[in-house]
């Protein structure tokens, strides 16, 4: 239980730390959030509790195939968010990402690739 609640406390850190530095800088809080923090922060958390080479190498694989459908979101939430307002924003990238997510999916199975 103390491993769980010590895995909590240091990503939560993390995340508050990128939070902190995005409201000084919109550049470095941009940069920040655009690495792979929490695939890393994931990726050592499963090599730590034992999971195989393989298992994390998938994990990365599939994290790859669901990127793809995520960045089109980084493009019109911008514009969204001014000309709606940050709850409609959030609300139509989430929607616009879930239908993504769904269309790349038919695409992957149509090369083969099987992501859920």
Do not use: R
Not at 14 to 29: F, H, N, P, R, T
């Amino acid at each position: 239980m103390l491993y769980l609640v010590a895995k909590v406390f240091f990503t939560a850190i993390i995340i508050v730390l990128v939070s902190e530095v995005a409201k000084k800088s919109d550049q470095y809080g941009g940069l920040l959030a655009a690495l792979p923090l929490t695939t890393f922060l994931i990726i050592f958390w499963m090599y730590f509790e034992g999971a195989t080479d393989s298992k994390i190498s998938n994990h990365l694989q599939l994290t790859l195939y669901f990127v793809l459908p995520t960045l089109p979101m980084f493009l019109f939430f911008p514009y969204l968010i001014h000309k709606f307002g940050f709850p409609i924003a959030t609300l139509t990238s989430i929607a616009l990402t879930a239908l993504l997510i769904y269309g790349f999916k038919l695409l992957y199975e149509q090369f083969g690739f099987k992501v859920f």
